[in-house]
């Protein structure tokens, strides 16, 4: 890009950095969402709940179940 091209997109800097930084918050949320030391914890405080009485049966098996998808699915991210 010449002179005269980053003249004329300079107003677009801040929209450019406003995207990348967008971008950078999705990537580090989705490696947390697949992170599977996350998942394992997460699993462990539903079935603490479970036996505390806080949710019921089917409540965690709907829980666990969409844990172990992720799980499942993260598998082959890391």
Request: charged share 30%; net charge negative; aromatic share 4%.
């Amino acid at each position: 890009m010449g002179l005269i091209g980053g003249l004329l997109a300079l107003p677009l800097a801040p929209a450019r950095g406003l995207v990348w930084v967008v971008g950078q918050v999705i990537d580090e949320a989705e490696a947390q969402l697949h992170d599977p030391r996350r998942i394992h914890a997460e699993l462990a405080r539903a079935e603490e709940a479970l036996e505390a009485g806080e949710i019921d049966q089917e409540t965690y098996e709907a829980i666990e179940e969409e844990l172990l998808d992720r799980l499942a699915a993260s598998s082959g991210r890391w």
